[in-house]
């Protein structure tokens, strides 16, 4: 599944297959679920200030930014970004997350 361009919330999910999205600029908050596949999400623009919560059974977590109050363990990874205005939440039981 891919989706590109600007929106407000976005909440995408799927069973089984990738889940790709490029934003030139996010107006609300994210919300990505797939239960076999990776997740990535690509800020085209100016990044948004965002608080992130990833969660993995099984794969790796990237983000391409540094972040501030970071918790992470082996299944999970959470931080702000900026302000921490919006959420970017993803969730994958078997596969890849990434953030840039």
Not at 36 to 49: I, K, L, W, Y
Not at 75 to 93: H, M
């Amino acid at each position: 599944m891919n989706a590109a361009g600007s929106a407000g919330d976005i909440k995408l999910s799927t069973s089984s297959g990738d889940i790709e999205l490029e934003l030139a600029n996010s107006l609300g908050d994210i919300d990505l679920s797939t239960a076999s596949g990776d997740a990535s999400v690509q800020f085209a623009g100016e990044r948004p200030g965002m608080r992130l919560d990833l969660e993995s059974a099984s794969g790796s977590k990237t983000v391409a930014f540094e972040l501030r109050d970071l918790e992470q363990t082996k299944r999970t990874l959470k931080g702000i970004y900026g302000d921490g205005s919006r959420t970017l939440k993803i969730r994958t039981q078997s596969g890849d997350i990434s953030v840039r």
